[in-house]
């Protein structure tokens, strides 16, 4: 199994940033992809971003693209998550996800990100 901690969230006005963390333990040899998702009040649990695990390639949602910037510290098995120029709609509870050779998803406690207008 592959257990995730995240840490990182929190409040902040409009255009601000915040940075997201995500440790991963465990069997982390068997992580092909790390990602993170959210889900707002009300709304199904959303795509952010994800990167794999040995190439780094990256994927956004639009919404996304050109504001957060995803990475990997392979050697702290942890995965970031930079969110630049936030807005109110970026509120919700970020998910850290580990998906696995095994074809397993893994989820974290989820963290609080609310972006005040």
């Known amino acids: 199994q592959v257990q995730l901690v995240e840490s990182g969230g929190g409040l902040v006005q409009a255009g601000g940033s915040l940075r997201l963390s995500c440790a991963a333990s465990?069997?982390?040899?068997?992580?092909?992809?790390m990602g993170w998702f959210r889900q707002a009040p009300g709304k199904e649990r959303e795509f952010v971003a994800t990167i794999s695990w040995s190439g780094g390639s990256t994927y956004y949602v639009e919404s996304v693209k050109g504001r957060f910037t995803i990475s990997r510290d392979n050697a702290k098995n942890t995965v970031y998550l930079q969110m630049n120029n936030l807005k109110p709609e970026d509120t919700a509870v970020y998910y850290c996800?580990?998906?696995?050779?095994?074809?397993?998803?893994?989820w974290g406690q989820g963290t609080q990100v609310t972006v005040s207008s």
């Open positions: 996800n580990a998906h696995t050779s095994r074809l397993q998803n893994y």
């Open positions: 465990g069997r982390t040899l068997s992580i092909l992809t």
